[in-house]
């Protein structure tokens, strides 16, 4: 083996050209290093950094992209003082905090039963398990595309079963197309699509508990509920707080499935943060405006972010 | 009390874990303040809380445990 592993770096060192070979044999291993790790740090300085810094400049401007040769201003702060006084962004931001408590509440408590329930190990549990993952491999487009068939209020299934279960008629109401209603509907979709990445971060806690615990405690003859309340939640508390601040991070950003459902409307009630950036940059042209918008969006993602990897850590820890 | 007299010595040595609790606190209050409903006031200083929140956090975790 070692024969034919020598042979291998053999045949590699002879196939590198000589004017190469010669410059690298000249380098240390920290130099040789740094030459593979290089274009990985470039393209993250380019595509990453450069333009989050970028961002930054502009944010201090009034830079408009459709009118690049129109002289550019520094307005220092106006931007920032703008947005944060400004009633309209303010309303983005309660439409996305409705959002974002909604779907964090429904989804542990439906991901954490769910996974409790398979945890149960009963005949077929794989096989449940690999059908409720299913929805969260689906792409946003695409689910976004067939609940609005869903929430027909015509032909969509959403209607009829609700019909079926309340005895109202099933196009008397308008799930995408109310103002009251369509807030509810988008919460629906996403509990619907990501409740089973919750389901698994609880199931990997449910499972990470040792069997003996439980032993011991029935030998002290705890009640199921006390095990229940003194053992398996504090346990698995780690890994709901991680996909609370998972999701709790990716539905501060939602923008597709919310666009592909409502585009933001019936008026404004649905338009979430980051479609409403996206109309601000895209729709209007402010991009000085909108790139402090973005600023603000990625100080409090990156502030959430830092208490993820922190919980994360403990978990690990753990 | 006891503990929270601790907590507040080990804040002055400069610590990181409750330096970085500070800063998690810092962070969420900015969150919960950017998105609530009540004040606009609030909202307006949310920016600055969790921006403040933030640099703490990535000051604290230069701490020594």
Redesign the interface.
């Known amino acids: 083996m070692t024969d034919v592993i020598a042979t291998a770096a053999d045949r590699a060192a002879r196939a590198t050209p000589p004017s190469v070979a010669r410059r690298v044999r000249g380098l240390s291993d920290r130099a040789i290093a740094w030459l593979f790790v290089a274009p990985t740090i470039f393209l993250l300085l380019a595509i990453n950094i450069f333009p989050l810094i970028w961002t930054i400049r502009l944010s201090f401007t009034n830079f408009a992209a459709n009118r690049p040769n129109r002289e550019v201003d520094w307005v220092g702060l106006r931007n ?1 003082e703008r947005i ?2 400004d ?1 309209d962004i ?1 309303l983005s ?2 439409a ?2 409705h959002f ?1 408590f909604w779907t964090i509440a429904l989804q542990v408590l439906i991901g954490f039963a769910l996974a409790w329930l398979i945890n149960q190990k009963f005949r077929g549990d794989d096989l449940w398990t690999t059908i409720i993952v299913l929805p969260m491999m689906l792409s946003p487009a695409v689910v976004g595309n067939f609940w609005t068939f869903l929430y027909q209020p015509q032909i969509g299934l959403f209607n009829y079963a609700v019909a079926w279960v309340t005895g109202a008629d099933p196009s008397s109401f308008e799930m995408l197309g109310s103002v009251t209603l369509a807030p509810w509907a988008i919460v629906i979709v996403d509990t619907w699509m990501w409740t089973p990445f919750v389901m698994l971060i609880c199931l990997a806690g449910l499972r990470s508990i040792p069997e003996s615990i439980y032993e011991a405690a029935e030998i002290d003859r705890a009640s199921p509920w006390r095990q229940f309340w003194t053992i398996t939640v504090p346990m698995v508390a780690p890994f709901l707080m991680l996909a609370v601040l998972f999701r709790g991070i990716e539905n501060f950003k939602m923008f597709d499935l919310v666009v592909q459902l409502t585009g933001g409307g019936p008026g404004s009630v649905t338009e979430l943060a980051s479609i409403n950036l996206k109309r601000e940059a895209f729709e209007k042209w402010r991009t000085g405006y909108s790139s402090a918008y973005a600023v ?1 969006l990625f ?2 993602i ?3 972010a ?2 993820y990897v ?1 919980a994360l850590n403990r978990v690990k820890a753990r | 009390m006891r503990r929270g007299a601790a907590w507040l010595a080990r804040l002055a040595r400069f610590r990181r874990g409750p330096w ?1 609790m500070l ?2 606190i810092l ?2 209050a ?2 919960l303040m ?4 009540f004040a ?1 006031a609030l ?5 600055v809380v ?2 403040a ?2 640099v703490l ?2 000051a604290a975790s230069h701490f020594p445990e």
């Open positions: 920032y944060l006084t009633g303010w931001m309660q996305t905090a974002l603000i100080v409090t990156f502030g959430l830092s208490i922190k | 970085e800063a998690s962070i969420g900015g969150v950017l998105m609530q409903p606009l909202y307006t200083w949310s920016f969790t921006l929140g933030t956090f990535i």
